[in-house]
């Protein structure tokens, strides 16, 4: 069915690939805005529910919930954000994720019992879905081939930034227990997104479409269907790969290996740097080495870590083996930052055709917050039954497998075209 297009001269004005560095870096600070605010909502709870849990007296089940609700909350979120997206404009549907994010952090700090703080992380999961999606998509489509790599790593940037931040906030208030004030913090940045979306201008890509009368493309369509395979098949891997049982885990983890864990937010703020700057010092690589070199790099020293990782912590306890596993779990979140993270988000804005882009990255944020949710649902009961050295092994099976998917499936889109890009895959579909 074809969608009926908005008349040209009644179209947002549309962003210039030629626009001075200056206007593009706004934009793109505005936007990647919402990466912040996926980093700082999925890991403000980490130290909010200490508190929460006492305050409303929740169980075990109940604080699984408080946690799971926001995932299952960030899937629909993905999933329903394609289609606006394509019908209405990456401009719109931004504006009214920034929308969503504040209405969904007001209730939180406004929230007086478990029921409206599970109906506040489910906002906060379709926000946090709807970023996942549209930022990364937006970003690919305002930029110059040459720089398009950056600016969508930006959003991953801050992505840990955000994860960094709510860490930092939460050890700012942990000594007045004030978890209010950690959700509070984000409304900073909520807010500030809403009125920059205001300003950037409607995405090019999409306003050729609309103005082209292009027919919504079919996810089937034999020129989509590569595109497809190679965007979910990362998305599952970016999360069995084990990424974020070490980010949700790291503090269990390093107590059942010996080390200290008492205080876990402080443990937890170091990770947090790392991933930065690892995530930083992609910047660069990512238009200059290329996509496919920063994944294959990424993937094996991610198997390498993990194997290792399961190794130390299946020796006995001690000095040597507990330092080996806490610079394994680093190595390991290097490995991932500095290709594995960023470069799965930009090749899922990246190999679409324009028609599906939206949809196609929906569907792949999707598999990737569902994936998201099993192993974190799975990770310690997998632990407790077969020992966390075996689970680091699959972990790391996978990443070794994904070696191979990358070299004989991923194409090198640095410096390309949108469209050379598509071109290509539709070739060998």
Not at 117 to 129: E, I, P, T
């Amino acid at each position: 069915m074809l969608d009926t297009p908005h008349p040209p001269a009644a179209a947002a004005p549309a962003a210039d690939h030629d626009a001075p560095p200056a206007r593009l870096g706004l934009w793109t600070a505005v936007v990647a805005l919402g990466g912040l605010l996926f980093g700082f909502d999925t890991g403000v709870i980490s130290g909010a529910l200490l508190f929460i849990r006492t305050d409303f007296g929740l169980d075990s089940f109940e604080e699984g919930a408080v946690i799971s609700t926001l995932l299952l909350g960030a899937a629909v979120g993905a999933l329903g954000s394609g289609r606006p997206a394509d019908r209405f404009g990456r401009k719109k549907v931004l504006a009214a994720i920034a929308l969503t994010f504040t209405v969904g952090l007001l209730a939180a700090v406004l929230a007086h019992g478990f029921v409206m703080l599970l109906a506040a992380r489910a906002v906060l999961g379709l926000a946090v879905g709807g970023a996942s999606t549209v930022v990364p998509l937006y970003l690919a489509e305002i930029a110059p081939p040459r720089l398009r790599g950056r600016l969508v790593t930006a959003n991953q940037i801050l992505l840990t930034v955000g994860i960094l931040v709510s860490y930092l906030i939460n050890l700012w208030f942990a000594g007045s227990a004030d978890w209010r004030a950690m959700f509070a913090v984000g409304l900073v940045p909520s807010v500030a997104m809403l009125l920059g979306t205001l300003a950037i201008p409607e995405s090019p890509e999409w306003l050729r479409g609309r103005t082209a009368r292009t027919p919504a493309g079919s996810l089937s369509a034999p020129g989509t269907r590569p595109a497809l395979v190679i965007g979910v098949t990362l998305a599952a891997v970016q999360q069995f790969g084990g990424i974020n049982s070490v980010i949700y885990y790291a503090p269990s983890i390093m107590s059942r290996a010996g080390l200290p864990a008492a205080d876990s937010i402080t443990y937890s703020v170091a990770i947090g740097a790392v991933n930065v700057a690892a995530t930083v010092a992609a910047v660069p690589l990512i238009d200059r080495a290329g996509r496919r070199p920063l994944l294959l790099f990424s993937l094996g020293g991610m198997a390498l870590a993990l194997v290792a990782l399961g190794v130390a912590l299946g020796l006995p306890s001690g000095p040597v083996t507990n330092a080996a596993a806490l610079c394994c779990m680093v190595g390991y979140v290097a490995a991932f930052a500095v290709g594995l993270g960023p470069v799965f988000w930009i090749l899922a804005a990246e190999l679409f055709p324009p028609e599906s882009r939206a949809r196609g990255g929906a569907v792949c944020a999707l598999v990737n917050w569902t994936a998201n949710l099993v192993v974190g649902q799975l990770f310690l009961p997998a632990a407790d039954l077969v020992g966390e050295s075996r689970v680091f092994w699959f972990f790391a099976a996978v990443s070794a497998g994904a070696v191979v998917f990358v070299v004989r499936k991923v194409p090198e889109t640095k410096n390309r075209s949108l469209a050379d890009v598509q071109r290509d895959l539709a070739a060998v579909s």
